[in-house]
């Protein structure tokens, strides 16, 4: 696995008049790196941190009646920032995300969900030559095989399930 540049997400995160952090930053960054591909895989890429809070905002207009982890309003995100989503998958394992995209070619939005109703959302960009560039925005970009994307995933997540990958163009 290599690093290919660093991500934190933390010192972008934007607060309400109560103090409270509001949700969405990595879902931000990682709608931004996805709709940049192919440029967003190079080390001199640098992301638009206000599109991103701009992302992040989308968590509070007048779609909230839908949860924040639902197919749908995670969808129709995508969409409004110009990203078709091809296919939807729900899993209730981190394992199984993992097996299920072993060998398919895409860029994929992620969203790893826990059980106290948060989430964290992750972009992955698999070529058909099967490299993995995985982008956590609380850590980087990495370049990766198969294995090391299973390995991460399982690691660094095992408390977040049920899953969603939506792949778009």
């Keep these: 696995m ?3 540049y660093d991500c934190n997400s933390e010192m972008h995160c934007i607060y309400d008049n109560d103090g409270q952090a509001i949700y969405g930053i990595a879902s931000g960054l990682t709608i931004q790196w996805l709709t940049n591909l192919p440029d ?3 080390p001199h890429y640098h992301i638009d941190i206000q599109a991103a809070i701009n992302q ?4 509070f207009n007048q779609f909230t009646f839908v949860t924040h982890r639902a197919h749908t309003f995670h969808a129709y995100k995508l969409s409004l920032c110009n990203l078709t989503p091809l296919e939807e998958v729900g ?3 981190l ?3 993992s097996a299920l995209l072993k060998g398919k070619p895409g860029a994929y939005y992620l969203i790893l969900s826990d059980s106290e109703d948060s989430s964290h959302a992750l972009g992955l ?5 099967m490299q993995y560039y995985l982008l956590d925005p609380d850590s980087g970009l990495f370049l990766m ?5 299973d390995e991460y995933l399982t690691t660094n997540f095992e408390i977040h399930e049920p899953s969603v990958f939506i792949k778009v163009a």
Excluded: A, R
């Design 40 to 42: 967003s895989l190079q």
């Design 145 to 149: 095989n198969y294995e090391e994307f």
């Design 91 to 93: 899993i209730k394992n």
């Design 2 to 4: 290599k690093k290919l």
């Design 95 to 97: 394992y199984k995300l």
């Design 56 to 59: 992040q905002t989308f968590s």
């Design 125 to 129: 960009n698999i070529t058909i030559e």
